[in-house]
């Protein structure tokens, strides 16, 4: 086997899904549209891909594998991106992460899948022609993985921003969200990222919402998420801007969030919410499908989130974060 010393280093970055989650899902949208409105941050999966000197696979995550051929990798993920690609024997996979792969509802296992298809896919002059066929095949690959859940995470991570994304049977729509660069930072000012000490396990949590979002008692929950997700986004555009109604908002979308299933949330969860809302946040959720992982605080102001952080520690981490603009992107390759 001819060893060519190709090597990429990709990274994609992790989102906040501020309103519309649930409607995202396949058995939501075939009949209805969803609407989702999501953000990316400055936290990133990366993936580092490199051809072997010898003819075994090794792959690096929580532990080290290696094998003489990709199908016996144990890492779901890069094992269905190598087979994918053909690319069975001599490469060396490095993954690694700014929080935790699974279970932080930061959409990760998408960012991480997109890093992997993409630097696949160019280390074997494979090349993807748009962002549209990079999320659906994440979103694909992701499915042969074992995952399941909605759309919303592998458009979010490819294509990167402040979004609107808008899912119909036939097409998905992303758009730009036209917020000031004033609003923006006012945003950031105000929300940060609490680990609730949990990382789940999302599949059942997924599969309890695909079936919900065709129920038709809960199915009325769906309907006012994405109507919720659509004043978000109005109010995010409007001149008159304001941070108390976002506050607001986000505390109305867990309220429904929480009735549309009964895994999103648990006596724990809903402990520390109310603590944080009598300490001085005014709105917030938990992100991803729920159960665990990363809670969005949104603070009344500034200092109120300097402060409840400080109380937080050390049972509690925190994040500040800031909003990025790119999704999925090659960071440096030698070839």
């Given at each position: 086997m001819l060893y060519n010393k190709r090597h990429i280093i990709l990274r994609s970055p992790l989102r906040i899904s501020f309103a519309g989650g649930g409607t995202d899902i396949e058995s939501y949208f075939r009949n209805e549209q969803g609407h989702v409105v999501s953000s990316t941050i400055d936290l990133y999966n990366y993936a580092a891909l490199k051809d072997m000197f010898d003819s075994n696979v090794r792959v690096h995550h929580a532990e080290i594998e290696t094998e003489s051929i990709a199908s016996r990798v144990k890492h779901n993920y890069a094992r269905t991106a190598l087979e994918h690609f053909g690319i069975f024997k001599g490469a060396e996979v490095i993954l690694t992460s700014d929080v935790m792969t699974t279970g932080s509802g930061l959409g990760a296992s998408s960012a991480m899948m997109s890093c992997l298809i993409k630097g696949c896919s160019e280390l074997r002059d494979k090349k993807i022609?748009?962002?549209?066929?990079?999320?659906?095949?994440?979103?694909?690959?992701?499915?042969?993985?074992?995952t399941i859940g909605g759309k919303q995470d592998q458009y979010a991570t490819v294509f990167g921003g402040f979004n609107s994304i808008k899912f119909n049977k036939d097409k998905i729509e992303v758009k730009k969200v036209k917020i000031s660069r004033e609003n923006l930072l006012q945003l950031e000012k105000r929300i940060f990222l609490i680990f609730t000490n949990i990382a789940r396990e999302n599949k059942i949590i997924q599969t309890?919402?695909?079936?919900?979002?065709?129920?038709?008692?809960?199915?009325?929950?769906?309907?006012?998420?994405?109507?919720?997700?659509?004043?978000?986004?109005?109010?995010?555009?409007?001149?008159?801007?304001?941070?108390?109604?976002?506050g607001r908002l986000l505390d109305e979308g867990w309220k429904l969030k929480k009735s549309s299933?009964?895994?999103?949330?648990?006596?724990?969860?809903?402990?520390?919410?109310?603590?944080?809302?009598?300490?001085?946040?005014?709105?917030?959720?938990?992100?991803?499908?729920?159960?665990?992982?990363?809670?969005?605080?949104?603070?009344g102001d500034s200092g109120t989130k300097e402060k409840l952080k400080y109380e937080l520690y050390p049972n509690f981490i925190s994040l500040d974060i800031k909003f990025s603009t790119k999704g999925t992107e090659v960071l440096w390759k030698n070839f």
């Open positions: 022609k748009s962002n549209r066929e990079l999320a659906e095949l994440t979103y694909r690959l992701e499915e042969d993985a074992g309890a919402l695909g079936e919900n979002a065709e129920h038709p008692y809960t199915k009325k929950y769906f309907h006012e998420i994405k109507m919720l997700s659509h004043d978000f986004l109005t109010e995010l555009e409007s001149k008159n801007f304001s941070l108390k109604r976002i299933n009964n895994h999103v949330t648990n006596p724990y969860i809903d402990q520390l919410y109310e603590l944080l809302k009598s300490r001085g946040i005014i709105g917030g959720k938990i992100l991803g499908a729920g159960g665990g992982g990363f809670l969005l605080a949104f603070a």
